[in-house]
């Protein structure tokens, strides 16, 4: 299993930008995709963006296409989620977590691994 550990949430007013950050240990993290979900208020995990293994392949939500970049550093064990033009609506718990599996995983039960979460709140 891999330890995460993420940072970087705070307040922000909308339009403004925040860089998440996801640093993991305990094995190998080039092993793994990576993903960030985030969590709302009194809501369920909401998929947001992955990427592979090797950082070629990323996938971002319909929600995020075109605001949020995932990328990683496999040298830095971290995988980053960079959130531009921030709603109000983006206000949650973000979490990262890690996957065995290769392909397009947006399902939570695809991960097996994941983080504590930080708090991102984007007031209007």
């Known amino acids: 299993q891999v330890q995460l550990v993420e940072s970087g949430g705070g307040l922000v007013q909308a339009g403004g930008s925040l860089r998440l950050s996801c640093v993991a240990s305990g094995t190998s993290f080039r092993n793994y995709a990576m993903g960030w979900f985030r969590q709302a208020s009194g809501k369920g995990y909401e998929f947001v963006a992955r990427?592979?293994?090797?950082?070629?392949?990323?996938y971002c939500a319909d929600s995020v296409k075109g605001r949020f970049t995932i990328s990683r550093d496999n040298g830095e064990n971290t995988v980053y989620l960079q959130m531009n033009s921030l709603k109000p609506e983006d206000t949650a718990i973000y979490f990262c977590?890690?996957?065995?599996?290769?392909?397009?995983?947006?399902?939570?039960?695809?991960?097996?691994?994941w983080g504590q979460g930080t708090q991102v709140t984007v007031s209007s």
């Open positions: 990427i592979d293994r090797n950082g070629g392949n990323t």
């Open positions: 977590a890690a996957t065995n599996a290769n392909g397009r995983e947006t399902s939570t039960s695809a991960y097996h691994s």
